[in-house]
């Protein structure tokens, strides 16, 4: 009679079973550590949710109609500080990607500067960004003008100069081998190629910027995030209600026009 | 007469672009240039001085934040681990509710039409909520604290930890489990060794991108009482104490770029 087995199992090195061995028990490491460490004071914790519970989660599903006006008004400011912001950041991206791309500057020194910054403009919180610029030009939306630039440069520089260096390299030879100087190769090989991608990833990067903005009011950079820490301060929790609302709104609105037009353009 | 026939001949070549076309861009062009003007005026009414009061203003500031003041190192150095174990308890706590929220939204598996829909309407909503605002309403629930500020983390990671699962379900090759099913595996063993090797390898590289997230998230919610490192530097900033808070900022941009940098290499190992 036949017998039936199951297949070999593939064989592991001994170096790979020993890293998956001191992976795990890293991992378990973190975890006990963490969970150990961690002081959470869950007795007042609860206390707190069951005394507060009546006050705060009905209030937020009904909201003050009354503060309509007001909260769209600073909705309408959170988009304008998204739209600048975002706007500045397309265009300083721009010149960085190209840095940053290996396949334009030509040597690698350039392209590794142009990552570096990348990066460490990447690193930074949007918020801590907007505290830094509170600081600079004072409370107002301008400094979240400025924060949002600077913290979309970043990720949009990267997203850029992946796009540059994904593009046909043919024609760009072509038009050297036809003696097409720098700038011609520019307007005519590259540009034609990248456009579409760069707009497509600047409008997707708004539909973040939105999100963004509208907490930057939390430290004093405009936007509907002032009446967030104003609504929160007061506990009106109704008003909270009408913010969450109007949050909730927009940035549906927003991502979905955006979705509708990026799958236009490209 | 021969030269001006010439010339218009020249200007007849046809362009790249249709008259149409061009118009479109142009007014779309304007359109965009307007309202960034309008949103330059709008956000700079309320400065005082101006563009060029604030620029000159903003290297005197930047100055008052240098040297950044290293002796405060020892006395964040808590608050900062807060912060990271913060982040990893979020992470956890997410990336085990996510399963089935993802499985939910997933349209190859869950044929139920209805029940797709609520779910990614669920999560759509969920994601729209910034992180902070979460936060602030978790604040006024359960009081000041490390607990308001995880459960923010969890609430916000999981809107975009389910949508990108989901999005990994959706694309795996549905073949190997049409071929257990028919030989009679039952709903389990299907997903376990159907679905579950094919969705791994990406499920771990999403954690650890929600990670990095989180761990930018959280250093900021400090600010509206939900634990961590930003709410001391929110009392460093409001005693004008800025060498100590540029320490602060510091020692979070190495901790953002160490994590990010031991996650990066992780994915690269999966993958």
Known sequence: ?266 | MTNENNSLAEKKTPSIYPAKIKMQITVIFFVILGIYLFSMYWTQKEMVGGFAGALGNMFTVIEKFFPPNLNVVPAIWGPMVETIQMAIIATTVASILTIPLAVLAARNVTTFKPLYYTTRTFLNILRTIPDLVLAVIFVGLFGIGLFPGILALIVFSLGILAKLISETIESVDMNPLEAMRASGGNVYQVIWYGLVPQVLPQFTSLVLYVFEINIRASVVLGYVGAGGIGLILNQQLGFYNYPNAMMIIVLIFIVVIVIEYISNKLREALI
């Open chain 1, 1 to 266: 009679m036949e017998t039936y087995s199951l297949p070999p199992k593939p064989k592991n090195s001994l170096y790979k079973k020993v890293k998956r061995v001191i992976i795990t028990l890293l991992v378990i490491a973190l975890y006990v550590w963490t969970f150990l460490s961690i002081d959470i004071d869950w007795g007042r914790a609860i206390e707190r949710a069951i005394s507060n519970f009546h006050r705060v989660i009905p209030k937020l599903f009904n909201p003050d109609w009354g503060a309509t006006g007001e909260v769209a008004l600073s909705m309408l400011e959170t988009i304008f500080i998204a739209f600048a912001g975002s706007l500045m950041a397309a265009v300083l991206a721009i010149p960085l990607a190209f840095l940053a791309a290996h396949n334009m500057m030509g040597g690698k020194i350039f392209s590794t500067i142009g990552k570096w910054i990348l990066s460490a403009v990447r690193a930074f919180p949007d918020l801590i960004l907007a505290i830094l610029f509170v600081v600079a030009v004072g409370p107002n939306a301008f400094a979240g003008v400025l924060a949002i630039a600077i913290g979309s440069t970043g990720m949009l520089g990267k997203m850029f100069s992946e796009i540059i260096e994904s593009i046909d390299m043919e024609i760009v030879q072509a038009m050297e081998a036809n003696g097409a100087n720098k700038i011609q190769i520019l307007f005519y090989a590259v540009m034609p190629q990248v456009i579409p991608e760069f707009l497509s990833f600047a409008i997707y990067r708004f539909e973040i910027d939105i999100r963004a903005s509208s907490i930057l009011g939390i430290v004093g950079a405009g936007g509907i995030g002032t009446m967030i820490i104003f609504a929160s301060n007061n506990r009106n929790w109704n008003e909270m209600g009408t913010i969450l609302l109007a949050i909730i709104i927009v940035v549906t609105v927003i991502d979905f026009a955006s979705s509708r037009i990026r799958s236009k353009i490209v």
